[in-house]
């Protein structure tokens, strides 16, 4: 017995003093390491032929340190604190409008209403020229936007030059404090279906899922379309508790996993419901990511509502905030989440990096199975995907390039100039001869493309060229070439419809801003048409709650 003690004894200290050689290890790898980058830089800093700046060269060395770890674990300097603020909270002092480049043009894209922007009679399509008697012209909109804010309640001008005006006014504006909405739109697609679109989950994104819900049930609602699509995700919290909404108290929300104990934790869904049983249509898309697929995935995973559209982006990483000296942050890739059914839905792994040092996906053989609570199959490791897939088809090139030459924006200004009035936005629609002015406007302008059909020719007349069949196939080649090869009145008519579509949403959004937009999308969003259509047929809807075929693979 005394024997198996002291062997015992032994092989704890041996297994003590191996673990603290182990560690004492790292920490002088550590410690070596940063040596030799400190005596590196001081000696690149005196010997290096032109004089550096060891602020951006420090960054540089950090932010690819930082690139080689995955895309979310950052560094923020004490200059980016106030974005980064901005990003989080979804607040800042400033006039509230979108700017953006358009040609050689700095342009408002879209002021929000009831901010200064809006509130001074800024609209779409103005240009930029000067802030406070300084030339706007060479700037970037980064530039222009740090102008654009500052402390609430100060004051600037803003010279523009706006469309059917000869010459450029300017305009004074008080900054106030803005506040990004997370749920930009909310109304009621038809008499018994209501919408709401979260574009982030920033703080107070579950107030404004929950108010958006009462507003709707109030007018009518009988059925929900949440619009998750092109969500970034945001804060944790927020997600928790929006998904808290849907599902009952203590039931598992979100789970994190970590090489750090403290941050393996389970969250529950803390609070009463707000409602079990509205039926629930999500919609995702591939830029569906994080919070958004927290609580895309909790819907699923408890056959709560049913997903449409696309398959989701696949962020299952969760990051936190940790202060660095001189007021600069470390965002940093803490731990892993995991939905209800056990999966982990993050698509990439950045532990295994290829040659040129770029991330594996997740292969198919690698995915495992899991079960929602009816027992429908689904499975991890490459993002949540929708119960209803929705093809979408692309835009045919004619129209890709009047939107790139900004040719619909610019018609949509100027149309606007003309028509003091529209119908609403849900009712508004090009006339033929309203269409037919369009074509004619278009006369003169460059908006030359070129087909996939004729690109894949192109390669195919390279090909034969290179391995010696093309004098055998040319006249073929040169037949297939007069019947393919674009003619851009005969596309403005083949492709009329969805070049009005385009038109019709640039137009509306002149006149009612971004919720005219929104309600002008309802009759040609192919996800919204294939959520009311399933909302028609109960006996579908309930069938893909309770089917146990396999989803996402």
């Keep these: 017995m005394k024997k198996t003690r002291i062997i015992i004894g032994i092989a704890v200290l041996s297994a003590t003093f191996f673990a603290f050689n182990q560690a004492n290890d790292r920490y002088f790898e550590i410690a070596k390491n940063l040596d030799i980058f400190a ?232 609070n009463n419901p707000l409602d079990l049983t509205i039926p629930i249509i999500v919609l995702t898309s591939d830029h569906s990511a994080s919070a958004a697929e927290i609580v895309s995935g909790v819907i699923q995973d408890y056959d709560r509502g049913i997903l449409v559209g696309e398959k989701t982006f696949g962020k299952g990483l969760v990051q936190a905030t940790k202060p660095l000296s001189y007021n600069a942050q470390l965002k940093v890739t803490t731990a892993k989440y995991y939905i209800p059914s056990g999966r982990c839905i993050q698509a990439i792994d950045y532990s295994k990096k290829k040659e040129d040092g770029s991330a594996t996906r997740i292969a198919d053989s690698l995915r495992r199975e899991f079960k929602t609570k009816n027992g429908r199959k689904v499975f991890d490791g490459a993002g949540v995907s929708p119960d209803v897939k929705v093809v979408k088809g692309d835009f045919a090139a004619i129209t890709v390039s009047l939107i790139q030459k900004n040719h619909i924006f610019d018609y949509a200004t100027e149309y606007a100039f003309n028509h003091p009035k529209i119908a609403p936005a849900k009712e508004f629609q090009l006339t033929d001869a309203e269409y037919l002015e369009f074509t004619k406007w278009l006369a003169g302008k460059d908006y030359d493309y070129k087909t996939k059909v004729e690109t894949e020719l192109e390669d195919l007349i390279d090909n034969s060229k290179k391995e010696k069949y093309y004098d055998g196939i040319k006249d073929q080649i040169e037949s297939l070439k007069q019947k393919i090869y674009h003619n851009k009145e005969s596309d403005l008519q083949k492709f009329k419809s969805e070049i009005i579509e385009m038109l019709e949403g640039e137009i509306v959004t002149r006149y009612y801003l971004q919720k005219g937009g929104v309600e002008a999308s309802f009759d040609n969003d192919e996800d919204i048409k294939a959520a009311l259509d399933l909302f028609k047929d109960d006996a579908r809807f309930k069938k893909i709650l309770t089917e146990t075929t396999a989803s996402g693979k």
């Design 39 to 270: 005596t590196l830089f001081k000696e690149v800093n005196a010997n290096y032929v032109d004089e550096i700046n060891p602020t951006q060269v420090i960054n540089v060395g950090i932010n690819a340190m930082l690139e080689s770890l995955d895309p979310y674990t950052n560094y923020i300097a004490e200059d980016d604190i106030e974005d980064y603020r901005t990003m989080t909270t979804g607040q800042y002092a400033g006039i509230g409008a979108v700017i953006g480049r358009k040609g050689n043009k700095n342009i408002i894209l879209m002021p929000y209403e009831g901010f200064p922007a809006h509130i001074s009679g800024l609209k779409i399509g103005d240009e930029i020229l000067a802030i406070d008697g300084k030339d706007m012209k060479d700037k970037n909109t980064n530039d222009i936007s740090k102008l654009l804010k500052g402390q609430a309640g100060t004051k600037f001008k803003i010279k523009i030059s706006r469309f059917g005006q000869k010459d450029p006014q300017e305009i004074e504006i008080t900054r106030q404090k803005i506040k990004i909405e997370n749920i930009p739109y909310q109304g009621m697609i038809n008499n018994e279906v209501g919408y709401f679109h979260l574009t982030d989950f920033t703080v107070n994104a579950s107030k404004d899922v929950r108010d958006a819900i009462i507003k709707l049930k109030e007018q009518g609602a009988k059925k929900i379309i949440f619009d998750l699509r092109d969500n970034p995700g945001g804060l944790l919290t927020e997600a928790i508790n929006i998904a808290n909404l849907f599902i009952p108290k203590d039931k598992e929300v979100v789970s994190t996993k970590s090489k750090v104990a403290d941050w393996n934790k389970s969250y529950l869904a803390l």
